[in-house]
């Protein structure tokens, strides 16, 4: 594996230019015919063009229409200008496709591609880059067809040096392809912190028995505590304290003690250091101290619902519970507002409510507020093909086995949750409609 060293153990002189040359930006962007101005973008009023408002409160809002007027209605009328603290969007993906649920119902068109498709995000990402809060992130989830072209377009908006993660997520079981390439079986999640300040509360796996005897192998023979041994020098000479000797040892040959050997003595005092019989000292890294696994930047568990045995609504393209479970958890606390514009069936905002986070959803889609309210009100159904994931592989298995959600994803929760109406009702549409009917039933 190549890891680089940092810039200043580089022993010869040289120019690296970074960023920081380009005031935090990589002096580049992305043009494309049609890319309007973002300052006009951001002032303009909105023309109250979206339907009604369902909500509780002011605590959980639902808007059912386009959410570029929406987002624009959240930061003039709603003063919630900087006050999201997580902001996840699933929108189109640009596949010139349209979608059905399943039950056979027209749910949303995906048929803006090209420029076209880039200059739709990019307007919405404008807003949402106003409605976040210094410490907020935004997670952008889109596919192969167009995450590289938005990617350029995060950087313009949020920084290029806000870019936190770029996440690979096995979206669904292994395909018997019969194109001449390799099986699709990933989609990409953009992350973005507004600032360098953000929220993050560490997403952790859980340690199975197999595992932790395999990495945590020694016991010590006083107290009974697991335990793996680390080397307590690292490469590179260092003409300092950390070259010097320490208990009569010199560092070996091109090498340093990771730690001044004040250091080392406290460790070898409190029972940290391990003696080998040649008389090598090694630390001590303990495993009750370890926090569990650290999630990395590649997720094999949050296939789609429709794969693993979790209830679902049957809106198209509907994710995994779990898989918003890990990022609310991650990248916001309880109380903070979850922003969705793109909320389709309501994962994100069922998940956030019961992660006890306020949420606002957007949908323009009929299909989708129906499936909010089913989700709401009647709660959800198992409907996946769960013969598919027989097979899983070993590495898919040790994800599943590590993954321990927290909240119930069954819906009863949410069927509880206390979702009372109240209406903008300027405008007669069909969702007031759509909402008395799965509200009486
Ligand atoms: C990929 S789906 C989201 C699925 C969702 N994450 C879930 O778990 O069910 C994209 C959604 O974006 C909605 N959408 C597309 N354009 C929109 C717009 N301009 N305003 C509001 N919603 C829009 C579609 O109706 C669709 O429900």
């Known amino acids: 594996m190549a890891t680089g060293i940092t810039k200043k153990n580089w022993q010869e002189e040289t120019t690296i230019i970074t960023d920081e040359s380009f005031d935090g930006s990589f002096g580049y962007e992305i043009q494309y015919k049609g890319k309007s101005s973002a300052s006009e973008l951001i002032n303009k009023l909105p023309e109250q063009n979206y339907s009604k408002i369902f909500g509780n409160g002011e605590d959980n809002l639902l808007f059912n229409g386009d959410n570029l007027d929406v987002l624009k209605h959240l930061i003039h009328e709603r003063n919630l200008k900087n006050k999201i603290k997580l902001i996840y969007i699933d929108p189109p993906y640009g596949t010139n496709s349209v979608f059905h649920s399943r039950n056979q119902k027209s749910s949303y068109k995906d048929d803006l591609v090209g420029s076209h498709f880039i200059e739709f995000i990019r307007k919405r990402l404008i807003l949402l880059r106003e409605l976040l809060s210094d410490d907020g992130s935004i997670y952008v989830h889109l596919d192969n067809n167009m995450t590289f072209e938005i990617k350029l377009i995060m950087d313009e908006i949020f920084g290029a040096k806000n870019f936190k993660g770029f996440i690979s997520r096995k979206k669904c079981s292994n395909k018997n392809y019969t194109k001449n390439t390799y099986g699709n079986i990933s989609d990409y999640i953009l992350f973005y912190s507004k600032t360098e300040n953000y929220i993050w509360n560490r997403a952790t796996l859980v340690w199975t028995d197999e595992k932790m005897k395999k990495e945590y192998p020694c016991i010590d023979e006083n107290t009974g505590r697991r335990f793996k041994k680390v080397p307590i020098h690292a490469p590179g000479v260092r003409n300092g304290e950390t070259g010097k000797m320490w208990k009569g040892m010199m560092p070996p040959k091109g090498k340093h003690w990771q730690y001044l050997p004040s250091k080392l003595d406290v460790f070898d005092k409190n029972g940290d250091i391990y003696w080998s019989a040649t008389g090598n000292?090694?630390?001590?890294?303990?495993?009750?101290?370890?926090?569990?696994?650290?999630?990395?930047?590649?997720?094999?568990?949050?296939?789609?619902?429709?794969?693993?045995?979790?209830?679902?609504?049957?809106?198209?393209?509907?994710?995994?519970?779990?898989?918003?479970?890990?990022?609310?958890?991650?990248?916001?606390?309880?109380?903070?507002?979850?922003?969705?514009?793109?909320?389709?069936?309501?994962?994100?905002?069922?998940?956030?409510?019961?992660?006890?986070?306020?949420?606002?959803?957007?949908?323009?889609?009929?299909?989708?507020?129906?499936?909010?309210?089913?989700?709401?009100?009647?709660?959800?159904?198992?409907?996946?093909?769960?013969?598919?994931?027989?097979?899983?592989?070993?590495?898919?298995?040790?994800?599943?086995?590590?993954?321990?959600?927290?909240?119930?994803?069954?819906?009863?929760?949410?069927?509880?949750?206390?979702?009372?109406?109240?209406?903008?009702?300027?405008?007669?549409?069909?969702?007031?409609?759509?909402?008395?009917?799965?509200?009486?039933?």
Do not use: H
């Not at 898989?323 to 994962?347: H, M």
């Not at 006890?356 to 989708?368: M, P």
């Open 281 to 441: 000292p090694r630390r001590k890294v303990w495993f009750d101290k370890n926090k569990g696994v650290a999630v990395q930047d590649i997720w094999t568990d949050v296939q789609d619902s429709v794969n693993q045995n979790v209830k679902i609504t049957g809106y198209p393209t509907e994710k995994n519970p779990n898989l918003l479970e890990r990022i609310i958890n991650a990248s916001s606390n309880e109380g903070d507002y979850v922003l969705d514009c793109f909320a389709g069936s309501g994962t994100t905002l069922d998940v956030a409510g019961q992660l006890k986070r306020k949420w606002i959803g957007v949908d323009n889609s009929s299909e989708s507020m129906r499936n909010i309210f089913k989700r709401f009100f009647k709660g959800l159904k198992q409907m996946g093909n769960f013969n598919i994931n027989k097979n899983p592989n070993k590495d898919e298995l040790d994800q599943m086995k590590l993954f321990e959600p927290t909240a119930k994803y069954n819906s009863d929760l949410s069927k509880t949750m206390d979702f009372e109406f109240y209406a903008d009702s300027r405008f007669e549409d069909d969702a007031f409609g759509i909402y008395e009917e799965y509200r009486e039933e």
